[in-house]
């Protein structure tokens, strides 16, 4: 393994910590009612967005309540109903088969019997998704339906500067600035280009200017 690659394997890991979310125009609706919990109108939310607007990291301020348990839909077949806690987020729905379908219906159905909660997540809304059971769409229409869109630019500044801070590096706000107004509004994106371009800045001895940003996404 080269040094530069070593830089890149150590320097940032994605953290999912409840104190870390950051709230902006696009989410904070959304942040509002699952932080409300336990005093929550219903059982669960079907929480939608695209790809990488910070669904995930939102469940998990809400798992930092209660110790929920994440399932991803793909794994729904596998999951023993009668063993599971009562707090469970469900990923992607829009990925849900028939079989895991008719596993998320018996979950939903344990759940409110039990008076549990339950977090879905999906890149779409519940109107959108093409569901082989009728009744899981007429059970999963019960939750309360919150949108998260894709990040403003100033929840993208803030990210950055997370970014960069958990780097403990400094960065001017005119780089920050440009940083929010260029790269795409996807959190992935966004981690993996502040990580390139950190090892691009230390494998090059160059500092963080605009002119090497332009660089770096020349390079893209």
């Not at 339950?118 to 769409?137: E, G, M, Q, R, Y």
């Not at 929840?155 to 500067?161: D, E, S, V």
């Not at 960069?164 to 001017?172: I, R």
Request: glycine letters at 2%; hydrophobic letters at 40%.
């Amino acid at each position: 393994m080269s040094p530069s690659q070593l830089i890149f394997d150590i320097s940032l890991q994605a953290k999912y910590n409840p104190e870390d979310f950051m709230v902006s125009k696009s989410n904070n609706e959304a942040f509002d009612y699952i932080s409300s919990w336990p005093k929550w109108v219903d059982m669960g939310v079907f929480l939608y967005g695209p790809a990488a607007c910070g669904k995930t990291h939102l469940a998990h301020v809400w798992a930092h309540e209660n110790q929920a348990v994440f399932i991803k839909a793909a794994d729904l077949p596998t999951v023993d109903v009668a063993q599971t806690p009562l707090y469970i987020v469900v990923e992607d729905i829009q990925k849900l088969t028939p079989k895991s379908s008719e596993s998320l219906f018996h979950l939903y159905n344990y759940l409110y019997q039990k008076k549990g909660n339950l977090i879905v997540t999906s890149d779409t809304p519940l109107a959108n998704l093409t569901l082989s059971l009728k009744d899981l769409k007429s059970r999963l229409s019960r939750l309360v339906s919150l949108q998260m869109k894709s990040p403003d630019e100033d929840l993208m500044r803030l990210f950055i500067l997370k970014l960069f801070s958990d780097l403990q590096v400094t960065v001017l706000d005119n780089e920050i600035n440009y940083l929010a107004s260029h790269l795409n509004r996807d959190f992935k994106y966004v981690f993996h280009f502040i990580k390139t371009l950190n090892n691009r800045s230390i494998a090059e001895k160059r500092k963080i200017t605009i002119p090497f940003i332009k660089l770096v996404l020349g390079d893209k």
